[in-house]
């Protein structure tokens, strides 16, 4: 079933699943994308200020776009994403965390024949801990 803008109402929430994120992944994603030593040097992470390896702000970025993608946009009749902002990156992402996505649909606004703009707020989490949010905004496709 794909939703159309009108079906994605204000003010709903909703879930994306889970993502296990790995040692292996953070190394891997850093070493091709954002090389610094707390990401891909478990010795350097140990000595800095997070006291071992985190993923790049990036990765988790890109975890949430896999999440969302999943459990949300691949039913959506998604034109495009338009922008995110306000990017929040509130707690360190470590291996062995089980990371959460939602979003929350703030507005839908009509931007003429045939799309709106669909404004919504994600967020990133371990367990009750947020460790990503940012403010997105996509458009949709309206009914045909």
Known sequence: ??????????????????????????????????????????????????????????HSMAIFQRLAVDGAFSTWAMIAGRSISDVQLTAPVRPDMELTGRIHIDAVEPKGPGRALVHKSCTLLDGDTTVLTFLGSSYVRTRP
């Not at 070493?31 to 040097?41: A, M």
Request: charged fraction near 20%; hydrophobic fraction near 45%.
């Open 1 to 58: 079933m794909i939703l159309y803008a009108e079906d994605l109402v204000p003010g709903t929430t909703i879930e994306l699943g889970s993502y296990k994120v790995t040692r292996e992944d953070i190394v891997e994603f850093a070493t091709r994308w954002d090389p610094q030593g707390f990401h891909v040097d478990e010795e350097i992470a140990a000595a800095g200020a997070f006291g071992g390896l985190i993923a790049s702000g990036l």
